[in-house]
């Protein structure tokens, strides 16, 4: 059994009471130490988010495309043999083709507002 170091927080007793109740009559079981500890961690794990976007900034997209090629594989071109099935998807697509796709869609979106409304 590995120790847990643990640190006392002291809350006023009526709040104390008023989570303890509430945790009893809506969630039979849990218990409070556990309860918060857990609440505290997913404070601290968006606020730690939150300082690295003021820190760096927003990111530009949720991914970046890189040049990917096979080791000793005399130049073969990895996203011609990787597959991408994302969540909700049904099928799966081959990365170059959804690279290209979503190159396209980059490109449409720098076009001005004047060619956009255009194309429509």
Do not use: I
């Not at 006023?12 to 509430?22: C, G, S």
């Not at 918060?36 to 820190?55: F, G, I």
Request: proline content about 3%; charged content about 30%.
């Amino acid at each position: 059994m590995d120790y847990d170091a643990r640190q006392a927080v002291h809350l006023p007793v009526t709040d104390y009471l008023k989570l303890d109740l509430y945790l009893m009559d809506a969630h039979p079981g849990v218990k409070l130490d556990a309860f918060v500890t857990d609440l505290v961690k997913r404070w601290l794990a968006v606020e730690m988010e939150r300082s690295a976007l003021r820190e760096r900034g927003q990111a530009m997209r949720g991914f970046q495309w890189k040049n990917v090629f096979y080791r000793n594989a005399k130049g073969r071109n990895a996203w011609r043999f990787v597959w991408l099935r994302f969540p909700g998807d049904d099928y799966w697509v081959r990365a170059g083709t959804y690279r290209l796709r979503d190159g396209e869609r980059s490109l449409a979106s720098l076009k001005p507002l004047s060619e956009q409304s255009n194309s429509v």
